[in-house]
């Protein structure tokens, strides 16, 4: 079962894994740091994934941002994140759901009132309170009971309705109402571009798109996003760009010349003088090493 992470570039769960509900979820207790695959090159996620680190800690690269956690916390990876140099202590014990994004929807619909669920979807790691710890693992065995098959013909409905109950009783407490009012401005306009650099960058390479959507100078931008980031705003659209080109060299069977269209590209020799220039080989060499 270990295979079934959703580590995968173009994940289709219910393919191997017979016993998920409707396609949509997927639950594993008692995670180990032992049964974690040596993660080289980045992996993307097609399906949203909530873990619950119950003890251990360690760090993992977000679309190119690195966190630290320790447990007991809750790490989030969202649909169409990518993840690269995960690191976890010997100790780690983790339990995990993975959602499909219709899943997702269903779920906002009854979230959508609280609070806390906008900080929720934003954060990547969020402590959990140490008096929680047990209600925690509760839940967990109470949904992977649900997703066991003993609710009959309303699972669906029953896992989705738990897993309301459960954030509007206890992960709540995990998130603040508001996002921390002491975050600066400088940090609000990264986090916004950021964002939008993870939607557009296939298209839009140039910071003024960016700068246009956020209503700042590309000046004011770059600095801002430097001064945060220690990268310039163009250096994390490339290396959103590059990040996203392994993934599909190494995570796909597209040719170079699809991967480039994908990309947007005006042509394979573009790309391939890009690819070269950031990364120091070529896109085919990068593709056949190990």
Known sequence: MTKELGLKYNLELVEDVSNILAQDFWVYCNFKGSMIPEITDPIKFTSSCSIFVKEGEGKIEIDLLTYDFKGPCIVNIRQGQIIQNAEVSGNFDASFIVLSQRFCDNLFLLLKDSTSYGTATLERVASVPPNLVEKFQKFYAHIRDIFDGSHGPNEYQAMVLAIASFFYECATKCYPPVLDASKKSIHRLTEKFLSLVQQHFKKERFLDF?????????????????????????????????????????????????????????????????????????????????
Request: hydrophobic residues 35%; positive net charge.
């Open 210 to 290: 960016y700068a246009s959507q956020l209503e700042v100078s590309t000046k004011h931008l770059s600095r801002t996003v430097k001064e945060s980031t220690g990268f310039t705003a163009v250096e994390w659209i490339d290396r959103f760009v590059i990040l996203e080109a392994k993934v599909l060299l190494k995570a796909t069977n597209l040719s170079i010349q699809q991967i480039s269209d994908e990309l947007n590209f005006a042509s394979q020799s573009f790309f391939g003088k890009y690819f070269k220039k950031h990364i120091g080989k070529s896109p085919k060499d990068f593709r056949n090493s190990q």
